[in-house]
């Protein structure tokens, strides 16, 4: 595995595969920005330099431009600034390669769920509690002020809130389940409650439970198991999950035991070969058009409340390198693009998997994995058109799918669809044939012939749920996207080393969208001088760009 993340990360591929949320975005063709450039020309200077134009580049700008420093302003769009609407000082110059916000952002499943019992005792072995407690609250924030800020700035993405269900078919992986889930409500348990500053924007009712002494992974996953039920009201929002017994599951929820037989690549041995609902987790997430919500952003950002020239977005501009200015120009960073050099006071890196590309101490350390994705129209036997009220995860014993269907709202243009993504371990070579890869324009055929029948096969089939297929057929569109895996399953968050001037938020995992938003705060307080404890008591230690961290070369073991 070390060989692929030696494979150099070339940029962009030029000509990508086309996203269900590129091809039927839920706004009108002239309110993408595809073609963008706030100015003819490419700017010779900025402030700052934004090199990625997903959420995390979006949330950055939104945060340099509107944001309080109090915690509030990335979730409520309150700002502070000289009267107008926009801090004097900021000139954000934003560069995409692509179009706006074509890479992982406007290529995922736009799933918002903070599955958090699912690797909250690894945090608490890696981290410890306290830590490990600090990400399952950002996880459970992120999703909250990214659903808060859609809301309240009306942005067009189909948003659907609403609970989410895990279903589970390995006894092994049912067994760590009910340990996380207890883990979880143990370490959140009301005793007494007592406000975290900052770590949840716009909830007021975002609090910590106190634990002395702390305990171990041990002593946690070894907790007296809880009933398979509601959870109490005596637990913290961050431990509120849901278990459902195998009963339950198949008497809620349209899905079924797995009936084989499996895509000829991939033949599980018997160990493997896991096809009865074990049991459940139900908790609230959502989904959304991960696309429309960044390009929603873009749009904030580009109102020019505070002049001309506040925010600049440059599409089909690659940033092809870095390097140091030369002192007299007052700039510390000159950014290389085919259309000329651009100086600035600071650079952000938000270029997730692409990131080596640009900067190449980051190779090795995040490498990008290509993950794909599937649409297809619902079978004919599903609940209302296939307009399903929850979304869905299917968890085997090496690895999962997960699932949203279309809903009837405005913009939707296809409501029923079925969006899944997955199949990464699926393949003969379980998934490490996918890293180390920038070509989001192909798709791998294996995952490819998996996702084809994974729906129908977890829905029971023509006999079951699923029923007959669409008379036009199931297909509608697939695609892939590339995601930035680091060594200990963390993201890179803060100023590179020995670099002033220099910030990164990438290497999300394949989990950008409960870390992003957050993550984009987080850099934003680092670079205006707010990296005080009010940032530590919510920001992960384990998060931090480190060089130690820099020097780890990615394995496989966080696929």
Known sequence: MDKRGEIPVLPPHPNPTKSYWHEFPPFSPDEGLDDHRTTPELPAEADTVIIGSGITGAAVAWNLLYGDGDGSGIASGQHADAGDGVKKHTRILMLEARGACSGATGRNGGHTKAASYLSFLDHVEAVGLEEAKKIARLELANIQAVHAFAREHKIPCALHPCQTVDVIYSPAAWTAAKSGVAAMRSAFRRSPPQPTPGCEPGNPTSSVATSSPSPTRADLSSAEEMPLSPPDLDVFPEGRYTLLTRAQVLARFPVHDIRPPWPPAFSPTPAEDETA??????????SLSAYAFAVGVLRECLRHRGGPGSFNLQTRT???????????????????TPRGVVRARRVVLATNGY????????????????GQMSAQRPGRGLPDGGCLPTTYSFIYGRGYEYMVTQQRAAGVRWPGDVVMGGGLLRTSERGRDECGLTDDGAVNEQISEYLAEAAPRYFGGAEGSWGEDDPDGRARLEWTGIMGFSPDGFPFVGEVPGKEGLWVSCGFNGNGMVM???????????????????????FPKAWRVTEERMRKRFQGETL
């Open 277 to 286: 609902v074990q049991g459940g987790v139900a908790y609230p997430a959502g």
């Open 318 to 336: 690659a940033a092809t390198g870095l390097r140091r200015a030369e002192a007299a120009t007052g700039h510390a960073w000159e950014v290389r």
């Open 355 to 370: 990131t080596a590309a640009v900067l190449p101490e980051f190779q090795g350390a995040i490498v990008p994995v290509r």
């Open 516 to 538: 992003c938003w957050m993550c984009a705060k987080a850099v934003v307080e680092m670079m205006e001088g707010r990296d005080g404890e009010e940032l530590g008591q919510w």
